[in-house]
């Protein structure tokens, strides 16, 4: 078996615990479920000297369903989420997003806050040491050109977390701590469109938890693309978030993974608020998807094919819920 | 870097275990070369086959994504945990009665998710099966008797197999 | 469901049919069979292997000097140690190299005391290449001023085949109707679920004894030895369980002479075992292959010729990937009456991975040609592809070009039986009239069949197999037998044939085939070919036993043995089933008689078929079988997202001997086909594999297996044991071209690279949908979700 590098392992029993154990370790890394972390620390994409277990600490984790807002532990697993009653009822976009993440065994030990911080992805950069130095390296880790985009200045590797894009359609917000106290964020203010500072999150700061609106009236749901049934990431995933009042629209948000360094929230939808849901708006709908994703070869699957099939995932899954909200 | 190790205590298969170990072991690793449990199985390391599934605390998960060191304080079942002085597991006992074990790699994975999976919803169904295993990789069944197997142990049924 | 049947004496009950369970399952499903992989020996070194990383490079510098002082380390080897020791069908490979010629080349080896300190000092090991141009295609590599990848074969050209049969310009000229297509099979692997893994450990008189998961334990010992420059006879080979193998531990790969290098160089035993990532780079691929295939027939649908022109990715050397033509060319020239064929194949050095055989071995990839070209061909001359088939199928009795006697022909009743299950017909009209109707999701249901040789194939000098049965005084039996066991139950069919001559229970049968000092000769679980060879191997011994038996009951007995037969534990009377006396009894009373006897016999089973032979016109394999696969599809037409809803499946079985193990051969292989078909798929770019791993080398999961609706048609092979014949490859060459047949007619596009995978297909009903530079859907496609 393959040799794991040696590092300090430190458990903290609080968020800040953790935070001041972060500030004061050079090389530290916090450890959630380990289904990201654990592959590429193995695969040296990462290196550590210090790993900081989120796992003993209390308030990371739990759900507490309010009358207005539902407030979710960034410890949480993703089956637990998937499992909630609550959530399943008030945000199937959410459930249905925890559960299209790898495989159940993953989803067991996978957390929500694990999910939202995902690495980026790329096939230049998910390899091992030798492959990687065999192909000269790429700019996210050790080289300085990106593989996918020879003359880009930023590295193009695409965030490819589920569970992101439910959130974003849901808007959701997060509290982040960090040593000089919390703060929160909307999710979508959460993310870089850079694939190699993808998180808006300050030196040792750590996502603590997310909160979502309850909306009465919306329905949401979340589709992924992918070439098998399960443990697969996506090569596009869409969520959508819409109410309907009568024959018209009355609300509308999308959000993409998968295709751009970031989970996309599709700009512009507004426009088709207050109208029927016609031929007319799904043809515009998806000319907005297309226009709000970035897809680049980062996936063994081609850029016209993702760039294709997204649009079409999004026109499909709103169809859907528009049918279901008549 | 030297090693650091160390000391957990935990609840393998039953009895009490404490051992050291470096900080960087996989449960997995240390369940095949500090403790000689083989039945685990090593395929992947990456958390994309299922080969090593073990429960702890009554959830299965990949144990070559679990550190060592989380065991500390946990209860761990491994596929030799599931014998009892009877015999085999019902589960076991369906998957060779049924002829689910070919080359039979996968199959301690696949038979801790299994058994975890009927525990947790005694009215499973083929379908709620098939994506229950979905994380486990099989190269020789193509599922199907894993499947059959696993519909036998829920409705208590036998396919009249010799031994 | 099978009865079971319980055993008693008064009534002759059969085990042959029913459903018998694996006896090593138990130990399996516990987690106590001790796999290889989980094998530690006393004073074992752990050996690690330095892989290039590049696919075309001259070795300028190796410096191992850090790497031999690092503590723990006990040896550093690299191809000057070797450097004479040529091995492979043609010589073309050696453990460690003196060149790189593919991206997983072996470049140096270390023993070390633990995996940590061999990894370690692979790090140490400084080399300086010098990168050479690549060729990454045969069509690449067959140019005049291509790079020269062995300086042994100039033009990079490797193995060449051919075989003709008949006129071909009149047979063209007697053709209304001719389909010429591309066809493009891909580089596949074959994923064992337990890695590769070698243990190797030589004694103080030279001898070296190799545990290793190799199929073929006896010829390995020929192939392994000029690795090594050791005598064949100096090698004892060991098969430990293995966690699967589907052909690819048919040769010798250079990871086994590695660990025995660095075993002799240690005086230690030495444990090479890959990682996953080391698996899919360095061990073989399932061969690539561009298939110019043509096909003819007249206006009324009757098969006028076939030919075929085949250019083989080689790779960097020369495994069994290339040899495929011998097995392409029956399906070209015996697959439907054919009466007129040209076959060529010429293999070509690439800069790839290279080949190794894998179930189906070549004849998945022709499979997919043929198959297809036979549903355009009905298409063409306007009749239901069924028909088609039954018009061009062979009977019983026939001989195909290449010489392949169809003693028991099941094909028609193959087509159909699946034809019939699966409202065939019916649906593919109703299916076709809807292809071009409003709506996202299509419906397609395909046909596809093909012949496999079923009874071994005679590419050796023998094809036979070394049986030596015994019996103690408790009579238990023990069969010693060069059958190898990889997982396919191969236990549970000698088992049950043992209890079924002998009428001894079938948990008192124990098999010993791991080790070739002890067991006899066998050429190899390969070719569909242990059930019916070693089958009848078992057999023939179990009966030398049986008669020794009832001879010597008789004498006790004072009656004739002609009278008399084994049932139940018992020597009973044929007649009404009295039983006589106890079989254990008549056992110790044959030891401990005045003049003692022991039951131990012997049997060399050669099958009645010839040797393959340079011209490729012989009866090579002892029996031949055909299945026929109907595949039923839902395709999302902007997606191209393939869902197989159900798959038929007729196979001639010959006769069924362990139902239970038939029906795991026939889903196993048919999963390893759908994943061919669908998403797996390496994707090598200028040599170098991009996605060595599961995550994105895609095995099928268990939701994307369908149900199966299998049919045995039972054609009673009379060369068979009870009448069976192979059966473990077809349902992997069949199952591909089905769908694409389903594929077209769902949605009238047809793709003839593999996988099929959603991207290809959305492409190809864009681009059959929007005429080119249009640019635009057309409505009939873009219609909302049904």
């Known amino acids: 078996m393959p040799v794991m590098p040696d590092f300090e392992l430190l458990r903290p029993d609080s968020a800040e615990a953790a935070v001041a154990l972060h500030a004061s370790r050079p090389a530290s890394r916090y450890l959630a479920g380990g289904t990201d972390l654990l592959p590429n620390l193995r695969r040296g994409l990462a290196d550590t000297a210090t790993v900081i277990d989120l796992g003993g600490i209390a308030e990371l984790a739990g759900i507490r369903v309010d009358a207005d807002r539902v407030h979710i532990g960034a410890g949480t697993t993703l089956a637990a989420l998937a499992a909630h009653p609550g959530i399943a009822a008030e945000l199937p976009a959410l459930a249905q997003a925890a559960l299209a993440v790898a495989g159940p065994t993953h989803r067991e030990s996978a957390t929500l806050g694990g999910n939202l911080c995902l690495d980026t992805r790329c096939r230049y950069y998910n390899q091992s040491t030798p492959w990687r130095e065999a192909n000269h390296y790429c700019m996210k880790l050790e080289g300085d050109v990106c593989r996918v985009a020879p003359k880009s200045k930023r590295c193009y590797a695409a965030f490819s977390g589920d569970v992101a894009p439910a959130l974003l359609a849901l808007d959701a917000e997060v509290d982040i701590v960090g040593t000089n106290g919390r703060r929160t964020l909307a999710l979508a203010e959460f993310y870089h469109d850079d694939g190699m500072r993808w998180l808006a999150l300050d030196r ?78 799904l043809a515009q709908l998806e000319k907005l998807v297309l226009r709000g994703i970035q897809a680049m070869e980062t996936t063994t699957a081609s850029v016209p094919y993702r760039r294709k099939a997204t649009p079409i995932l999004a026109r499909r899954l709103v169809t859907r819920l528009w049918t279901e909200a008549a | 870097m030297m090693s650091v190790e160390t000391e957990i205590r935990f609840k393998l298969n039953g009895r009490e275990v404490s051992l050291k170990v470096p900080v960087a072991m996989k449960t997995l690793a240390m369940l095949r070369d500090k403790l000689g449990m083989t039945g685990t199985k090593y395929a992947c390391g990456e958390g994309e086959c299922g080969a090593c599934t073990v429960e702890v605390d009554g959830r299965t998960v990949n144990s070559c994504l679990m550190y060592a060191v989380d065991c500390d304080g946990r209860e761990l079942v491994t596929i030799e945990g599931l014998r009892t002085p009877e015999g085999l597991h019902p589960v076991q006992q369906a998957f060779v009665d049924h002829g689910a074990v070919q080359c039979g790699f996968c199959m301690p994975g696949m038979i801790m998710q299994a058994k975890n999976l009927i525990e947790n919803n005694p009215g499973l169904t083929r379908e709620e099966a098939q994506r229950g295993l979905e994380g486990n990789l099989c190269r020789c069944t193509g599922y199907t008797k894993v499947l059959d197997a696993v519909e036998a142990v829920v409705s208590g049924k036998s396919c009249g197999s010799r031994p | 469901m099978q009865e079971t049947a319980t055993a008693s004496p008064t009534v002759k009950e059969t085990l042959i049919g029913q459903r018998v369970r694996k006896p090593d399952a138990p130990d399996k499903a516990t987690g106590k069979t001790r796999y290889i992989n989980d094998m530690v020996l006393p004073q074992m070194l752990i050996g690690k292997v330095l892989f290039a990383g590049r696919p075309h490079a001259r070795i300028v510098r190796i410096d191992t000097g850090a790497a031999q002082k690092l503590p723990g380390v006990h040896a550093v080897l690299t191809g000057k140690d070797v450097a004479e020791l040529r091995f492979g069908f043609v010589r073309d490979n050696v453990a460690l190299k003196d060149k790189v010629r593919c991206e997983h080349d072996e470049i140096a080896a270390v023993a070390a005391e633990t995996e940590e300190i061999a990894c370690r000092a692979l790090e140490l090991i400084e080399v300086e290449y010098e990168d050479l141009p690549g060729v990454f295609s045969p069509e690449a590599g067959a140019r005049e001023d291509a790079p020269q990848i062995h300086d042994r074969f100039p033009g990079n050209k490797s193995l060449a085949f051919e075989f003709r049969h008949g006129d071909l310009a009149a047979a063209e000229a007697a053709s209304e109707l001719i389909v010429d297509n591309v066809f493009r099979p891909h580089h596949v692997t074959h994923c064992c679920m337990g890695t590769s893994c070698a243990i190797a450990d030589f004694d103080h008189n030279g001898k070296l004894t190799i545990w290793t998961q190799t199929q073929y334990p006896y010829n390995y010992k020929m192939d392994l030895a000029p690795a090594l420059g050791i005598h064949p006879g100096d090698i004892r080979v060991i098969q430990p369980p293995v966690g699967g193998a589907f052909g690819s531990k048919l040769d010798v790969y250079p990871y086994e002479p590695i660990a025995a290098l660095l075993a002799r160089k240690t005086g230690r035993p030495v444990k090479v075992m890959y990682s996953r990532e080391e698996e899919f780079k360095a061990s073989p691929t399932r061969q690539a292959a561009i298939i110019h295939m043509r096909t003819g027939c007249t206006r009324d649908g009757v098969l006028t010729f076939r030919t075929a022109d085949v250019l083989l990715d080689n790779g960097a050397y020369t495994s069994w990937g290339p040899t495929i033509p011998v097995i392409m060319m029956r399906t070209t020239s015996g697959h439907y009456r054919v009466p007129v064929v040209d076959f060529k194949a010429q293999a070509i050095y690439t800069n790839n991975p290279y080949a190794g055989s894998f179930r189906g071995y070549g004849n998945v990839q022709t499979t997919w040609a043929t198959a297809q070209q036979m549903d355009m061909l009905a298409e063409m001359v306007d009749i239901d592809p069924l028909e088609f088939h039954l018009k061009n199928a062979q009977r019983s009795g026939e001989v195909t070009p290449q010489r392949s006697f169809l003693r028991e022909c099941a094909l028609v009743e193959c087509l159909e039986t699946a034809a019939t299950a699966s409202d065939y017909s019916r649906k593919r009209k109703e299916y076709a009239a809807l292809r071009d109707a409003p709506g996202r999701y299509k419906k397609g249901i395909g046909l596809a069949s093909s012949i496999h040789n079923a009874g071994g194939a005679k590419i050796h000098k023998s094809d036979g197999i070394g049986t030596i049965l015994k019996m103690d005084d408790y009579a238990r039996v023990t069969v010693i037998t060069g059958a190898s066991e990889i997982g396919q139950g191969i236990d549970a069919v000698i088992t049950l044939i043992v209890a079924e001559e002998l009428g001894v229970p079938l948990e008192h049968v124990t098999l010993v085939n791991n080790d070739s000092d002890v067991a006899p000769w066998d050429v190899g679980v390969h070719a569909s070919r242990t059930t019916f060879i070693a089958g009848n191997g078992t057999r023939r011994a179990a009966r030398k036993a049986k008669a020794q038996i009832l001879n010597a009951a008789a004498k006790m007995l004072e009656e004739s043995p002609e009278d008399l037969d084994l049932r139940a534990g018992s020597v009973v009377r044929n007649t009404d089933g009295a039983a006589l006396i106890k079989l254990e009894r008549v056992l110790r009373q044959m030891h401990f008689q005045a003049e003692p006897e022991l039951v131990m016999v012997t049997d060399y089973y050669e099958p009645k078929s010839e040797p393959e032979g340079a011209a490729h016109v012989s009866d090579h394999s002892a029996a031949y079988s055909h299945a026929v696969h109907i595949a039923e599809i839902t395709v999302d037409t902007l997606t191209g997202e393939i869902k197989v809803d159900k798959v038929t499946v007729a196979q001639d079985v010959g006769r069924v001997i362990n139902r239970m193990g038939l029906e795991g051969q026939i889903e196993g292989g048919l999963a390893i086909g759908l994943g061919y078909a669908l998403s797996e798929d390496m994707r090598i770019e200028n040599g170098m594999l991009k996605n060595a791993c599961f995550r994105d080398y895609k095995l099928i999961t268990a939701p994307e297996m369908p149900p199966l609706d299998l049919h045995f048609i039972e054609s009673h092979c009379a060369e068979g044991p009870y009448g069976a014949k192979g059966i473990s490859e077809l349902p992997t060459i069949v199952i591909a071209p089905a769908i694409a047949n389903a594929l077209y007619n769902a949605t009238g596009v047809r793709i003839f690279d593999p996988p099929m995978s959603p991207e290809k297909v959305a492409r190809a009903i864009f681009e059959r949908c929007a005429p080119a530079g249009s640019g635009a859907v057309e409505p009939r496609l873009a219609g909302t979700a049904a």
Do not use: H, M, N
Not at chain 1, 209 to 233: H, M, N, Q, T
Not at chain 1, 237 to 251: P, S
């Open chain 1, 204 to 281: 040792g700061e750590l996502l603590a938890a997310v909160r979502v609106p309850l909306a009465p009236g919306w329905s949401s749901g979340y589709e992924k693309l992918r070439i098998r049934g399960a443990i697969d990431f996506p090569l596009s995933g869409v969520a959508v978030a819409l109410a309907r009042d009568g024959e018209r629209l009355a609300g509308l948000r999308i959000a993409c993974t998968g295709v751009s360094s970031r989970p996309e929230r599709i700009e512009g939808l507004d426009a088709l608020v207050g109208q029927p849901l016609d031929d007319a708006a």
